[in-house]
């Protein structure tokens, strides 16, 4: 028997041989290309899915190392995670036996932090490592952390890992982030679905990711709305009453060059325009991703639309106000 790898902290990938392409132009291109779903919004779905344990099914998945690597961490967890056909995982999180994402996971994927919010939210405790196996100080996660402490949390750091627990159950609250974080947001976001009371997140990202993992939630039966172009508010959800549901990714979206294409009348063309949670919503669940220089993929299901679940207004809090399509377009700079 071979002697056990022995522990290290740094991870050190394996080499990767290189390969040069040789392209000959010249030739008009014509054809169809499939677009998948864009990688940062299917790894959020990932760790949505481990709020319930109902089976998700999502679909139009990208087949890249990053999902390869986060279908195997849950798995680890104790998930059942079924790759059926090409772009299609269904996953259920019944009986997580393993609250723990060890070095080896985090050091291969960045993202594998996002489990932190809905293991801790579900199961009141969870260890998980310093993302990308980093020390502490590079590239931190402190704005999970305090996010997670906002909402009840006891977290400790020791030895690379972070011990979160929840006594009893995780406490809506104000979440209110120095300044805007993807990741961040969508972590106080899955977190606060499990969370008692009412939580509002503020500054909120405003990336397409984020309405997708929103979307997403709302057909699983949470109350998640984004109220303003800046703040995401959470109702009160049961696991216990978590249903089952069918998505795919939204399409990766252009690069840091891109800027919104103009109509005649000066609004945001609706083909490069991110949709509104209200917007999306009326979408079939089993609708593929599109991307802005293609059409709409047919369904590959038959499920019905899902409606917007709409949070109970209070008389404490200001008015809601439905995001417009103007007020929700982000136009990015050019670099």
Same mark, same amino acid.
């Given at each position: 028997?071979?002697?056990?790898?022995?522990? %290290?902290?740094?991870? %050190?990938?394996? !080499? $990767?041989?290189?390969?040069?392409?040789?392209?000959?132009?010249? #030739?008009?291109?014509?054809?169809?290309?499939?677009?998948?779903?864009?990688?940062?919004?299917?790894?959020?779905?990932?760790?949505?899915?481990?709020?319930?344990?109902?089976?998700?099914?999502?679909?139009?998945?990208?087949?890249?190392?990053?999902?390869?690597?986060?279908?195997?961490?849950?798995? =680890?967890?104790?998930?059942?995670?079924? %790759?059926?056909? =090409?772009?299609?995982?269904?996953?259920?999180?019944?009986?997580?036996?393993?609250? *723990?994402?060890?070095?080896?996971?985090?050091?291969?994927? #960045?993202?594998?932090?996002?489990?932190?919010?809905?293991?801790?939210?579900?199961?009141?405790?969870?260890?998980?490592?310093?993302?990308?196996?980093?020390?502490?100080?590079?590239?931190?996660?402190?704005?999970?952390?305090?996010?997670?402490?906002?909402?009840?949390?006891?977290?400790?750091?020791?030895?690379?890992?972070?011990?979160?627990?929840?006594?009893?159950?995780?406490?809506?609250?104000?979440? #209110? *982030?120095? *300044?805007?974080?993807?990741?961040?947001?969508?972590?106080?976001?899955?977190?606060?679905?499990?969370?008692?009371? %009412?939580?509002?997140?503020?500054?909120?990202?405003?990336?397409?990711?984020?309405?997708?993992?929103?979307? *997403?939630?709302?057909?699983?039966?949470?109350?998640?709305?984004?109220?303003?172009?800046?703040?995401?508010?959470?109702?009160?959800?049961?696991?216990?009453?978590?249903?089952?549901?069918?998505?795919?990714?939204?399409?990766?979206?252009?690069?840091?060059?891109?800027?919104?294409?103009?109509?005649?009348?000066?609004?945001?063309?609706?083909?490069?325009? !991110?949709?509104?949670?209200?917007?999306?919503?009326?979408?079939?669940?089993?609708?593929?991703?599109?991307?802005?220089?293609?059409? !709409?993929?047919?369904?590959?299901?038959?499920?019905?639309? $899902?409606?917007?679940?709409?949070?109970?207004?209070?008389?404490?809090?200001?008015?809601?106000?439905?995001?417009?399509?103007?007020?929700?377009?982000?136009?990015? !700079?050019?670099?």
């Amino acid at each position: 028997m071979a002697d056990a790898r022995p522990f %290290h902290w740094e991870y %050190h990938p394996e !080499p $990767v041989a290189r390969e040069v392409f040789r392209i000959e132009g010249g #030739r008009p291109l014509n054809g169809t290309v499939p677009i998948s779903g864009a990688k940062n919004a299917a790894l959020k779905l990932f760790a949505a899915a481990t709020l319930t344990g109902e089976r998700c099914r999502l679909t139009n998945v990208p087949e890249i190392e990053d999902v390869r690597v986060m279908a195997e961490t849950l798995r =680890d967890l104790g998930v059942v995670v079924d %790759h059926p056909t =090409d772009n299609v995982y269904e996953i259920a999180s019944g009986d997580v036996e393993w609250l *723990f994402v060890p070095l080896e996971a985090a050091a291969r994927m #960045r993202a594998s932090f996002m489990l932190l919010g809905p293991l801790l939210a579900r199961f009141g405790r969870v260890i998980i490592s310093n993302p990308g196996g980093d020390r502490i100080g590079r590239r931190p996660v402190n704005l999970h952390v305090e996010a997670m402490q906002a909402l009840g949390a006891t977290i400790s750091y020791r030895n690379g890992y972070y011990f979160a627990t929840a006594p009893g159950r995780l406490r809506g609250t104000e979440v #209110r *982030f120095p *300044f805007v974080s993807v990741m961040g947001t969508e972590n106080a976001m899955l977190a606060a679905t499990l969370a008692e009371g %009412h939580t509002v997140i503020r500054p909120a990202a405003r990336e397409p990711e984020v309405d997708d993992l929103i979307e *997403f939630l709302v057909k699983m039966g949470a109350e998640v709305e984004r109220t303003y172009p800046d703040t995401i508010e959470v109702e009160a959800s049961d696991a216990s009453a978590a249903r089952s549901t069918t998505s795919s990714p939204i399409g990766s979206r252009p690069g840091p060059s891109w800027s919104p294409a103009r109509s005649p009348a000066g609004s945001s063309d609706w083909r490069t325009r !991110p949709a509104t949670t209200s917007q999306r919503s009326s979408r079939p669940c089993s609708a593929s991703a599109s991307a802005s220089s293609a059409g !709409p993929t047919p369904s590959t299901s038959t499920a019905p639309p $899902v409606s917007t679940a709409a949070i109970a207004p209070a008389t404490s809090r200001p008015p809601r106000i439905r995001v417009s399509p103007r007020t929700s377009s982000r136009q990015r !700079p050019s670099c």
